[in-house]
Every structure is written in structure tokens, then in C-alpha cells.
């Protein structure tokens, strides 16, 4: 349950954050409406309504390749000599 509810709320701020830069337009075109409801003997009727329409232009992103020169630093290693280990103390009073 935690999972599903942590992908929900990063797929809300992803959302967000494409809205807000700009990357994702949306327009509404057309509006809504309710139906219109009747009740009878025989139940309850809706008539009508409309869903909104939504315009909705996103960015683009183009991906390609180029080739550079890049320059790679040298690394040496170099062993430590081989040095005796320092002795263990311990500060015991």
C-alpha cells in the first residue's frame, strides 16, 4: 500500500513540475455541464451534461549524438613502502 501511494504522489509532482515549467500546456476548450436530473417512480433519469475538453501541447526533446575530444587526467598508483605496522597502545589508566 505505501509503494502504490509513494508512485502516486511522485507521478502528481512529476506532473506538477512539467506544468509549472512550462514543458506541458493544457487549455480548456470546452466547458462542463451537469445533466440534468429527474426523479420518478421509476428511478432517477439524467438527461444531458457535458464532459470538459482539454487542449494539450507538450515540449519536445530531441536526442542525438555528436563527437567530442575529451581529455582524460592520468592517475599512478603507487604501492606504500613496506614500513612495520605501529605498535597497538592503549591509554589505560
Do not use: C
Not at 567530442?68 to 606504500?80: F, G
Amino acid at each position: 500500500m505505501r509503494a502504490i501511494l509513494l508512485i502516486l504522489i511522485i507521478v502528481v509532482a512529476v506532473g506538477l513540475i512539467a506544468v509549472t515549467t512550462g514543458f506541458v500546456d493544457i487549455n480548456q476548450i470546452r466547458g462542463a455541464k451537469a445533466p440534468q436530473i429527474s426523479a420518478t417512480r421509476n428511478g432517477v433519469m439524467a438527461k444531458g451534461g457535458q464532459t470538459p475538453a482539454f487542449d494539450i501541447q507538450t515540449g519536445s526533446v530531441e536526442v542525438g549524438t555528436h563527437n567530442a575530444t575529451v581529455t582524460v587526467p592520468s592517475v599512478e598508483v603507487q604501492r606504500p613502502e613496506n614500513k612495520a605496522a605501529p605498535q597497538n597502545t592503549t591509554n589505560a589508566q
